[in-house]
T-cell receptor, first 113, second 109 residues
Framework: EAQVTQNPRYLITVTGKKLTVTCSQN?????MSWYRQDPGLGLRQIYY???????DKGDVPEGYKVSRKEKRNFPLILESPSPNQTSLYFC????????????FGPGTRLTVT | QKEVEQDPGPLSVPEGAIVSLNCTYS??????FMWYRQYSRKGPELLMY????GNKEDGRFTAQVDKSSKYISLFIRDSQPSDSATYLC?????????FGQGTTLQVKP
């Protein structure tokens, strides 16, 4: 089944403890991206990767890192999580050269205490 | 001013009604325009995307883009209770994707 998978789906952690949320797609897509969704603020792009050689910042990259070492994986790294990073996170991928046909993963709900 | 504006609603309609959802935008660089549907606790699901001004139809859904007015619409004909969800418009240029806030739609039987 063609899909975007994220792990973990739920995570509760403490301030300052490094964590990684994994994202993997099995559709051979070039483009991958991360978003966070917050009440009243909607979905906002954190980072995106046009292909394995190109990664760029979205609208809210502060406090996040990403890594695109291979086409199928695009992990999101929080080096020192803070409570304001408590959110619902989505990974997405697109077969096209841009962002216009994105397929989203199921989401990761992160709580930082 | 936000780059993409969307009325969050909520919007409540009776089953069978025609639903009109709208977004306005300010950035002329946007090239593609998309509509996503999101059910509670799920990831957004792509409904349609368009590139140029004009209409695009897919079943009960019609997307409309007016670049001169910086205005996009999604029409849902013969709305069903299963259409109850949040509808998000989104726009992209290069690799960036900007979402509207989403409109919550409820279709009552």
């Amino acid at each position: 089944e063609a899909q975007v998978t994220q792990n973990p789906r739920y995570l509760i952690t403490v301030t300052g403890k490094k964590l990684t949320v994994t994202c993997s797609q099995n559709m051979n897509h070039e483009y991958m991206s991360w978003y966070r969704q917050d009440p009243g603020l909607g979905l906002r792009q954190i980072y995106y990767s046009m292909n394995v050689e190109v990664t760029d910042k979205g609208d809210v990259p502060e406090g996040y890192k990403v890594s695109r070492k291979e086409k199928r994986n695009f992990p999101l790294i929080l080096e020192s999580p803070s409570p304001n990073q408590t959110s619902l996170y989505f990974c997405a991928s697109s077969p096209a050269g841009g962002a216009y046909e994105q397929y989203f993963g199921p989401g990761t709900r992160l709580t930082v205490t | 001013q936000k780059e993409v504006e969307q009325d969050p609603g909520p919007l409540s309609v009776p089953e069978g009604a025609i639903v009109s959802l709208n977004c306005t935008y300010s950035n002329s660089a946007f090239q593609y325009f998309m509509w996503y549907r999101q059910y509670s606790r799920k990831g957004p699901e792509l409904l349609m995307y368009t590139y140029s001004s004009g209409n695009k139809e897919d079943g009960r859904f019609t997307a409309q883009v007016d670049k001169s007015s910086k205005y996009i619409s999604l029409f849902i004909r013969d709305s069903q209770p299963s259409d109850s969800a949040t509808y998000l418009c989104a726009m992209t240029y290069t690799g960036k994707l900007i979402f509207g806030q989403g409109t919550t739609l409820q279709v009552k039987p």
